[in-house]
């Protein structure tokens, strides 16, 4: 059984990996609409993917005995500057995310829950990928800089991810 205060923070938490589902979709349809399909596709790929982190964590928290309260979700911002504006805002988020994991991790382990620590084993390992992955897509859209074929290459390579 979770205890209120593990309950209460994966609720936070639900709310957060939704949050960047909705922040991710936001930032899909931005590039969509200055015609980057490949930057739009990666990051609705990203959207889905927070999704599933969120209802991973919501399947755990009813498999614990505890309750998911779904609260509402905060409006992300709709428009960048450009693309780079686009791809250091995912980083920065993704860092943001995975301060919250570790908080997350801490409080587990403050409350000597095994269980939920080893759950959370998942999202700490995730969280590296997560950021990596942020951290490419800047470096490579700041090095394609205002090389337009450069960025149609990537905008291509960005759309064959799954
Ligand atoms: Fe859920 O990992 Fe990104 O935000």
Known sequence: MLSKKMEAEFNTQINKEMYSAYLYLAMSTYCANVGCCGYASWLKVQANEEMEHAMK?????????????????????????????????????????????????????????????SFLTWYVNEQIEEEANADELCKKTKFAGDDKNAILLLNEKLAERK
């Open 57 to 117: 964590m919501y399947d755990y928290v009813l498999e614990r005995g505890g309750d998911v309260v779904l609260e509402a979700i905060e409006k992300p911002q709709s428009t960048w500057n450009n693309l780079v504006d686009v791809c250091e805002n995912v980083l920065k988020h993704e860092q943001y995310v995975t301060s919250c994991i570790n908080h997350l991790m801490g409080v587990a382990v403050e409350e000597k829950d095994y269980a939920s620590n």
